[in-house]
């Protein structure tokens, strides 16, 4: 192997990192716009949760006051969970019935 060969590898390796790091911060960039994108979508839906709830409509309500019971894309809340589930209950939806006494059994009306 003479030196310029040698000397040849050695850009391509460097000219390889180039390329890696290139790369590297193009999925970041990628990465983040997409993860943006998501919350963005996660929270319209939240919003959208609301309005349908506020409006009446049982799952709406149902699904409202499980995000809040667990905390997912909300704050969890223990009153607007069993608010939540009292009203999807009033409505006439039985699984929120049952999962309001089995709220209430568990959290002892204390949150």
Same mark, same amino acid.
């Given at each position: 192997?003479?030196?310029?060969?040698?000397?040849?590898?050695?850009? $391509?390796?460097?000219?390889?990192?180039?390329?890696?790091?290139?790369?590297?911060?193009? &999925?970041?960039?990628?990465?983040?716009?997409?993860?943006?994108? &998501?919350?963005? =979508?996660? +929270?319209?839906?939240? +919003? $959208?949760?609301?309005?349908?709830?506020?409006? =009446?409509?049982?799952?709406?309500?149902?699904?409202?006051?499980?995000?809040?019971?667990? =905390?997912?894309?909300?704050?969890?809340?223990?009153? $607007?969970?069993?608010?939540?589930?009292?009203?999807?209950?009033?409505?006439?939806?039985?699984?929120?019935? =049952?999962?309001?006494? +089995?709220?209430?059994?568990?959290?002892?009306?204390?949150?």
């Amino acid at each position: 192997m003479n030196l310029k060969s040698l000397w040849e590898s050695v850009q $391509n390796i460097e000219n390889l990192e180039l390329y890696i790091i290139v790369l590297l911060i193009v &999925f970041i960039i990628w990465f983040s716009l997409d993860t943006k994108k &998501f919350y963005h =979508g996660e +929270k319209r839906k939240i +919003k $959208n949760l609301h309005r349908f709830a506020r409006e =009446g409509e049982r799952k709406a309500q149902s699904e409202l006051a499980k995000r809040y019971q667990k =905390g997912k894309q909300v704050k969890k809340d223990c009153q $607007n969970a069993a608010f939540w589930y009292q009203k999807a209950a009033f409505s006439g939806d039985e699984d929120a019935k =049952g999962y309001l006494e +089995k709220f209430l059994n568990k959290h002892n009306r204390k949150c």
